[in-house]
């Protein structure tokens, strides 16, 4: 032991030989350290914000240790890697996180206690970095989390957003949007590499000439040099030594500051460049509304796709001769259609940077790239104008032609008559303004493609990419999503947690998920039952409390807690819910007696700022809550709630407070769902269509586990096939007349008739994803789930058998069945090592 002077205080505390050492004693003296060295301020100076940046980097040196020695791992080993390439890492906080994972947050609390501070304070200050949309991004955090856990060889790489997905205020019912400003304050977790720059090029010509070998060859002459700069933030593993990179990339400009201009007094003009080539990384997914935003968003996929793909070659070129091997040693996942420029850029590579011939390089790009569908939606799928992609992206345009020539020639062989498949599969669309299908070109250049869930796969097959999948059925893999059980139960949960290691006799579940089956044999044990809705009771009371201090809205936490977060959508069918809280209120008007058990009805989510449909949506449940919650003749039997800016963090205190989970898009639209698994991981029952990923929870859980309602996905299709006509269904039903009469006639728009006028006449005269056919089987299926309710020893029953049967819902399954079917990637054990002044690798005067 050394002793050494603990810089705040002046009393002496032993420490131990390793700077990064887990003992009490040790953690106090790197959070004095960091205080006073990193933040440069006391602790009788300091604010919240210091203590928590404290904390951080004293928890960020104790990744590093592991994080370099991964690195080096894997380098020094030349493991296959797993390269993510996602638009979207939606992280949550990391603080929390690196705690249950390192193993010590009962240690930190004591050593942060022993401090004279708060932990739970100190994670609050911690920002939520919104580096993504929905469940795109909350799932590929998972997928970064599983694979850490399971010791697989990976890295992420994405953009890292100046200012992320925009923070939601509610003024006068509607969203309002302001910047996401999460990196006001700094980073603690990331690290910067400049020395690791890539140069991306946008716009200019191109030039064909012959090579001293006589082989046609061709130079990308760009307008526009942009620079990638990396930031790389250490992913741990659980209680492993395995801490993968996240890899975001910042755009910079090649040329900063013009001196000449500036002396020349055009001061604009002197930073110009600097301003345009850093708007690429400035905010996540730019409304795409006009055309500087659609060339933004085009700029920044390829942006991030770019500094990737040089990355993961130059880190091949380190370690083998040339790039022959490339898919032995790299699997480059497709997180989705944004990546998809990837194909062209990876031929762009081989053949002009690397001088490969054609067949080499089509050779390597398929077998290096597997992508993943995410929509079953025709109009989610990336198309880019020819016009744009063509004057960012010239020489890509040409490989795609190429591609595509190549790709029709060989269809056209197989099926010499069929003009039609040629027309359906080809990279180009040819109608109206041509366009670049970007699924058709990440499903022809990848050796694998999967959905997300069971039925979203078998719909790929049948609908979206039914072409490709009869041409390439070897091709198509399910691999249904799941979640991290590690954020979304032990750190979410900790009391139903507590319960889970207690009995099953230790923390193995949190990597064994299954092992919760085993506790099916408690079901009928009062004890455990009253145990369970304690826990419940806790969970609500947390949430009722932050309901109360940014709602001041007082809730029930003895009423149904009924609760759907998610994007706002027209799909996700938000307005159904409301519909359902209007018949509901409706029937209170007309007996104010009637027996109605209590229920919260709260809603969280965001809608694309261009999406008016769905910020109409938010309105209506605003205004619905406005009226509902102060009329007398409710008696709080009803109360509904908007949470703005719903986030991971979050999320984290409602799915383990939520009894009843919305799941009810239409079916066939959603393609696999997240939330469905955490809410359901923490013991909801789920009231949901046979719809993405739900129909694989009701088989898990028990068909009486869940409460199904509407019709099946072919039943959809059937309807829309015979001529689906929703005002029929608006006249001969009388409650769903009454509820839109409501609407319509301005109850909950003060008098005003027209402010909903938009979204009713969409149901009435369009209604696209049958709301009103769904309409009566919802009512009816909510009113079993009121009564199920009322008897709490059945209700309890069915929401253990939720919790402990959703084993398959772990991420930790998903990537295992990537790994072994699509990447061929192997776990690779990281050895413990200690940082001291020996092993740092620099020679230190004593």
């Known amino acids: 032991m050394n002793q050494y002077i603990n810089p705040t205080t002046e009393n002496q505390i032993q420490v131990e030989d390793d700077r990064t050492g887990m003992s009490v004693t040790t953690l106090r003296r790197a959070l004095a350290d960091n205080l006073f060295y990193l933040q440069g301020t006391y602790e009788s100076m300091a604010k919240q914000d210091d203590f928590y940046r404290a904390l951080a980097y004293t ?37 929390g996180n ?26 609050e200050q911690e920002d939520d970095p919104g580096l993504g949309n929905g469940g795109l991004g909350r799932l590929a955090a998972c997928f970064l989390d599983s694979l850490a856990t399971l010791e697989i060889p990976a890295m992420g790489h994405g953009i890292r957003y100046e200012f992320g997905i925009f923070t939601q205020t509610v003024q006068d019912g509607w969203q309002a949007e302001i910047p996401d400003k999460w990196l006001r304050f700094g980073n603690p977790w990331e690290i910067a590499r400049p020395a690791e720059k890539v140069e991306i090029k946008f716009g200019g010509h191109t030039e064909g000439y012959h090579d001293d070998k006589g082989h046609y060859r061709v130079t990308w002459v760009p307008d526009e ?5 990396p930031y790389d933030t250490p992913v741990p593993g659980y209680k492993v030594n395995t801490v993968n990179p996240l890899r975001l990339w910042r755009a910079e400009a090649s040329v900063d500051f013009k001196f000449e201009e500036f002396n020349a007094g055009n001061y604009d003009g002197a930073v110009a460049d600097k301003m345009s080539s850093e708007t690429i990384s400035k905010v996540l997914y730019p409304n795409d509304n006009t055309p500087q935003g659609k060339e ?4 920044q996929q390829y942006f991030f796709v770019s500094c990737a793909l040089q990355d993961i070659i130059r880190r091949h070129l380190s370690h083998n001769k040339n790039l022959d091997n490339l898919y032995d040693k790299a699997a480059i996942q497709l997180n989705d259609t944004h990546p998809a420029v990837a194909i062209a850029e990876m031929m762009r590579l081989l053949i002009d940077e690397y001088d490969m011939d054609w067949e080499r390089a089509w050779h390597i790009t398929q077998n290096t790239f597997a992508y993943t569908n995410h929509t079953l939606l025709p109009e989610a799928l990336e198309r880019w104008a020819i016009s744009l992609f063509g004057r960012l992206l010239p020489r890509h345009l040409e490989i795609i032609y190429e591609i595509n020539r190549r790709f029709l020639t060989q269809v056209q062989t197989w099926f010499p008559k069929d003009e039609e498949l040629l027309a359906r599969v080809s990279l180009i669309e040819e109608g109206g303004e041509k366009s670049v299908r970007m699924a058709n070109l990440a499903t022809v250049g990848s050796h694998a493609v999967n959905g997300v869930a069971a039925l979203h796969t078998e719909l790929l097959k049948k609908g979206v990419l039914k072409d490709f999948y009869q041409l390439f059925p070897d091709k198509f893999f399910n691999k249904t999503n799941g979640v991290t059980p590690r954020r979304w139960v032990l750190l979410s949960n900790p009391k139903l947690s507590a319960l889970f290691s207690e009995k099953l006799g230790g923390d193995s579940w949190l990597r064994d998920f299954d092992q919760l089956r085993q506790l099916e044999k408690y079901v009928d044990d009062a004890e455990f039952r009253n145990r369970w809705r304690a826990i419940k009771q806790e969970n609500k009371a947390k949430l009722a409390e932050r309901i109360l201090k940014h709602n001041r809205i007082e809730v029930d936490i003895n009423s149904l807690f009924d609760i759907q977060v998610k994007r706002i959508h027209e799909y996700k069918r938000q307005h159904l819910d409301v519909f359902n ?46 009226v509902v919650n102060d009329d007398p003749d409710v008696h709080g039997r009803l109360k509904v709630v908007f949470l703005a800016n719903f986030n991971a963090s979050l999320g984290q205190i409602i799915y383990p ?24 991981m923490n013991g909801a029952m789920t009231i949901g269509t046979l719809d993405g990923a739900n129909i694989e929870i009701r088989e898990e859980v028990g068909a009486e586990n869940f409460f199904l309602f509407g019709m099946t996905a072919q039943e959809v299709f059937d309807l829309k096939a015979k001529g689906y006509k929703p005002l029929e269904y608006y006249n001969t039903n009388a409650e769903l007349k009454a509820v839109i009469d409501r609407i319509a006639g301005g109850h909950f728009s003060e008098g005003n008739p027209n402010l909903f006028k938009p979204l009713i006449d969409s149901l009435l005269y369009n209604d696209q994803y ?10 009816e299926c909510q009113e079993r789930v009121g009564k199920v309710f009322q008897d709490q020893e059945k209700w309890t029953k069915m929401s253990i058998y939720n919790s402990v049967r959703m084993g398959k819902f772990s991420s930790d399954r998903t990537i295992m069945e990537y790994a072994k079917e699509i990447w061929g990637a192997q776990p690779v054990k990281i050895d413990q090592e200690t940082y001291t002044q020996d092993n740092a690798g620099l020679k230190v005067d004593s």
């Open 59 to 95: 928890i960020r040196d104790r990744l590093l240790q592991r994080f370099l020695s991964t690195i080096r791992t894997y380098n020094e080993k030349d493991v296959k890697v797993v390269y993510y390439l996602s638009a979207e890492f939606l992280m949550g906080r990391h603080l």
């Open 98 to 123: 690196s705690l249950i994972n390192l193993g010590i947050y009962e240690k930190i609390r004591q050593a942060i206690t022993e401090s004279g501070l708060n932990l739970d304070e100190l994670l």
């Open 225 to 229: 040099t942009v620079i990638g700069i």
């Open 296 to 299: 933004l968003r085009l700029k």
């Open 581 to 626: 809280i209007i018949t509901l209120y409706n029937r209170i008007k007309q007996n104010p007696n009637i027996d109605i058990p209590p229920r919260t009805f709260i809603f969280g989510g965001k809608a694309a700022p261009g999406y008016y449909m769905a910020k109409l949506i938010i309105k209506l449940t605003n205004a619905v809550a406005d």
């Open 657 to 680: 407070a939520a009894d009843l989970s919305e799941q009810i898009s239409t079916a066939g639209k959603e393609a696999s769902g997240t939330g469905n698994m955490k809410f359901a």
């Open 770 to 779: 049958m709301l009103l056919a769904d309409y009566q089987s919802y009512i």
